[in-house]
Nanobody
Framework: QVQLVESGGRLVQAGGSLRLSCAASGRTFSSYALGWFRRAPGKERDLVASISWSGGSTYYADSVKGRFTISRDNAKNTVYLQMNTLKPEDTAVYYC???????????????????WGQGTQVTVSS
């Protein structure tokens, strides 16, 4: 069982930066691939970025490539999402998720994730 708790979301002006954190419980954290999803008002939940269990492979949605960076610290059981050059369209509730995988690759489908956090609100003002 893995419990995930996100933090770091807040109101920020366009062009600004934020770093989201997701702290996980459980001693098998390093065996899970991790992802950050977001759900904007009136829209479906979408994958933003994901990272393999070793941290050696990452995936980014086209909309955030070059602006967001996902990373993990297995010693701290934490995954991060560094968000730069934020835009109003980045406004959403951001969720982290964990999925156990046998291969060292970042999962890109939500059904590949087993555990979800409660989410943290990011609001980008224009």
């Amino acid at each position: 069982q893995v419990q995930l708790v996100e933090s770091g979301g807040r109101l920020v002006q366009a062009g600004g930066s934020l770093r989201l954190s997701c702290a996980a419980s459980g001693r098998t954290f390093s065996s899970y691939a991790l992802g950050w999803f977001r759900r904007a008002p009136g829209k479906e939940r979408d994958l933003v970025a994901s990272i393999s269990w070793s941290g050696g492979s990452t995936y980014y949605a086209d909309s955030v490539k070059g602006r967001f960076t996902i990373s993990r610290d297995n010693a701290k059981n934490t995954v991060y999402l560094q968000m730069n050059t934020l835009k109003p369209e980045d406004t959403a509730v951001y969720y982290c998720a964990a999925g156990h995988r046998f291969t060292d690759s970042p999962p890109v489908n939500d059904y590949e994730y087993d555990y979800w956090g409660q989410g943290t609100q990011v609001t980008v003002s224009s």
